[in-house]
T-cell receptor, first 117, second 114 residues
Framework: AQSVAQPEDQVNVAEGNPLTVKCTYS??????LFWYVQYPNRGLQFLLK??????LVKGSYGFEAEFNKSQTSFHLKKPSALVSDSALYFC???????????????FGTGTQLKVEL | EAGVTQSPTHLIKTRGQQATLRCSPI?????VYWYQQALGLGLQFLLW???????NRGNFPPRFSGRQFPNYSSELNVNALELEDSALYLC?????????????FGPGTRLTVL
């Protein structure tokens, strides 16, 4: 079975400072990892994904994520946070079809990011 | 390019009734997924349809069902509604070709069961 853990319910950052939102995963086989963001009363917006290749993945809105296989982590980062980045962030892992993962996304519980002036 | 659309935006039902939620995927996407986002339970996978067939199902009772139409749009039906079915229901779509394509989400339908 696959699972995702986001250990922090909330992360507070001052605008202009770097931010990190943590995610660890558990999956059989190769991990296919995603980050999504949800603004109030909206659906999820795709930020970035890791399939294979470089451990540092760049995504939308200046976000990037670092894949670390030995630590089974996929932390989301941004060098300089903006107030408009305040939202709910979800890490997700995708099951591998051939091992029964069925193409579904398994999400973490979400981390509320609050960026203050 | 139009994104994933869902209707209605809000739906209010009473316990025991049936609810029907609709989803139109991004043009060219053949796979549709349904997720439930309930307070305190996070995002839970419900159903996956591709090319008109149900491909995978989450850990939900049989009163949650759906279908996918020839134009790839999809319907989620919830029978015998219970109070705990109150949630935001999110639909997503993706290209099936290329196994690792991301899923794109619609704005959701907020279902309230009274």
């Amino acid at each position: 079975a696959q699972s995702v853990a986001q250990p922090e319910d909330q992360v507070n950052v001052a605008e202009g400072n770097p931010l990190t939102v943590k995610c660890t995963y558990s999956v059989s086989g190769n991990p296919y990892l995603f980050w999504y963001v949800q603004y109030p009363n909206r659906g999820l917006q795709f930020l970035l994904k890791y399939i294979t290749g470089d451990n540092l993945v760049k995504g939308s809105y200046g976000f990037e994520a670092e894949f670390n296989k030995s630590q089974t982590s996929f932390h989301l980062k941004k060098p300089s946070a903006l107030v408009s980045d305040s939202a709910l962030y979800f890490c997700a892992v995708r099951g591998y079809i051939l091992t029964g993962g069925g193409n579904k996304l398994t999400f973490g519980t979400g981390t509320q990011l609050k960026v203050e002036l | 390019e139009a994104g994933v659309t869902q209707s209605p935006t809000h739906l209010i039902k009473t316990r025991g009734q049936q609810a029907t939620l609709r989803c139109s995927p991004i043009s060219g996407h053949t796979s549709v997924y349904w997720y439930q986002q309930a307070l305190g339970l996070g995002l839970q996978f419900l159903l996956w349809y591709d090319e008109g067939e149900e491909r995978n199902r989450g850990n939900f009772p049989p009163r949650f069902s759906g279908r996918q139409f020839p134009n790839y749009s999809s319907e989620l039906n919830v029978n015998a509604l219970e109070l705990e079915d109150s949630a935001l229901y999110l639909c997503a779509s993706s290209l099936m070709k290329g196994l690792y394509n991301e899923q794109f989400f619609g704005p959701g339908t907020r279902l309230t069961v009274l």
